[in-house]
């Protein structure tokens, strides 16, 4: 069963800023949010995480909403390098049965020149 | 630090053949795990270890084993190799220890496998 609702697709402009969406209505407080995204050819690559603030790398920023129930990767110019799948994904922070990670199909950014 | 190492990178089998995929990680990570990557697909999880000498399923087992006798090793092993085992197989790694939620997964590079 899929704990994370991302959409299939999306395009973007080079230079211009990109919001990537991810639902998980079903989070539990102890879910941490992860993003990670697969470069064409490649392995997936972490890009960030958060539990319930806002949180800001090199590569992006994690807006999480105040009730946890969704969550906004955003990049803030996109370049064409960084046309890749990206996936959300949650990590229980107690670990036992929640091992189990699953990717769902992630969302395919195009981006523009 | 080469991080986690997966080989071989391409693979041709006969239906039937077996063979081991290798994943070794040099970062003392407790948890590695298998998945599979099919086209226009997510990623799937095969098997998963949390250390040495203890292993679990994933959501597609079937038609694959896996054993953890070291830290550093994970291997992959297909008995009998079938058409519908053609995918991109990805190892990865974590640790487990300060909370497992917090932890970053790093990923092989990735190993093809085309099942004849």
């Known amino acids: 069963d899929a704990k994370t609702t991302q959409p299939n697709s999306m395009e973007s402009n080079e230079e211009e800023p990109v919001h990537l969406p991810c639902n998980h209505s079903t989070i539990s407080g102890t879910d941490y949010i992860h993003w990670y995204r697969q470069l064409p050819s490649q392995g997936p690559e972490y890009v960030i995480h958060g539990l319930t603030s806002n949180v800001n790398n090199r590569m992006a920023s994690l807006a999480i909403a105040e009730d946890r129930k969704s969550s906004t990767l955003i990049l803030h110019r996109a370049t064409l390098r960084d046309a890749a799948v990206y996936y959300c994904?949650?990590?229980?922070?107690?670990?036992?049965?929640?091992?189990?990670?699953?990717f769902g199909k992630g969302t395919l950014l195009t981006v523009n020149p | 630090n080469a991080g986690v190492t997966q080989t071989p990178k391409f693979q041709v089998l006969k239906t039937g053949q077996s063979m081991t995929l290798q994943c070794a990680q040099d970062?003392?990570?407790?948890?590695m795990s298998w998945y599979r990557q099919d086209p226009g697909m997510g990623l799937r999880l095969i098997h998963y270890?949390?250390?040495?000498?203890?292993?679990d399923q994933g959501e597609v087992p079937n038609g694959y084993n896996v054993s953890r006798s070291t830290t550093e090793d994970f291997p992959l092993r297909l008995l009998s190799a079938a058409p519908s085992q053609t995918s991109v197989y990805f190892c990865?790694?974590?640790?487990?220890?300060?909370?497992?939620?917090?932890?970053?997964?790093?990923f092989g590079a990735g190993s093809r496998l085309t099942v004849l």
């Open positions: 994904i949650l990590r229980d922070h107690s670990g036992g049965s929640n091992y189990k990670l699953t």
């Open positions: 270890s949390v250390g040495a000498g203890i292993t």
């Open positions: 970062m003392n990570h407790e948890y």
């Open positions: 990865a790694s974590s640790p487990t220890g300060g909370g497992f939620g917090a932890n970053v997964l790093t």
